[in-house]
């Protein structure tokens, strides 16, 4: 099944193509300037049944006029048989599209990045036919983006950052910068970088400080995962909200009894039985009261210090 840090890995190349300018240039491969990109089906199945999908596929468009094709992979660990894959979808992209292909594989970890970059000569050891040499994005190649001009500046890369590094002890430092450069930005903006972001982390613990910082720091957004932070906060102060108006309830039958028993309450007593929210605490001065001689033996031990 396919996770969602592994979408956001490639998605991000299909929301903001021109990153992989960016990437390039910090992977030390020069690329011309894009003039455009267009997204290409990722479907690379033959006549025969056996399906085979590149994550993205980007067609793009340089300044001097020539076009390449893009195709990203996002690789979440060491599988032996990617190597042989991924050389089918360069010899099948160049078949059927007669352009140049560069191959990116974007990783999460360094291990398996370091893996993914080894040249992988195929063929016979006495004579391979091509070496597949793949340009490869990590945590160990792309900037831990923490200035927040920087962010603004390419909130992509900023976007990428914190999606490579999601495994990394920077990761928190990244997340606050992202969320401080999105103060202000549009929604149509922001939004796909806050849903691109929360996919990326998965199920990593920085997965709730980023839906901490959307629900505080961004909180004004429109987004399914803004909308579904505001959805459990709403359910919680429902609850909350619940749960109070049983302990007062609970705190008038208390006050209810002793008044049908002719009990007087002192004041710091009806302070303590209307303020106690501890629905546990007031069942067991409701038993009480239905015995005790005076308001004191209620508390018996359970007034708050």
Known sequence: ???APHEAMHRVFQEYPELFSRVSEVLGVAFPPFVSADVVTTDLTESRPVERRVDTLLRIETEDNGLFLLAVEAQGKKDPDKPTSWAYYVSYLLEKYRLPTTLLVVCQDRATAAW???PVPLGSPQWPVLTLRPLVAGPHNIPAVTDVAEARKDLALATLSAITHAGEPDVGAILKTLSAALRGAPDDIAAPIVELTAQGLGN??????????VAVDLSFYISPLSEEIRDEGRAEGEARGRAEGEARGRAEDILLVLDERGIEVPDGIRDTITGCRDLDVLRRWLRRAATADSAEEILDGDRPA
């Open 116 to 118: 993914a970059a080894r």
């Open 1 to 3: 099944m396919v996770s």
């Open 204 to 213: 990593r613990p920085a997965a709730q400080q980023w839906r901490n910082l």
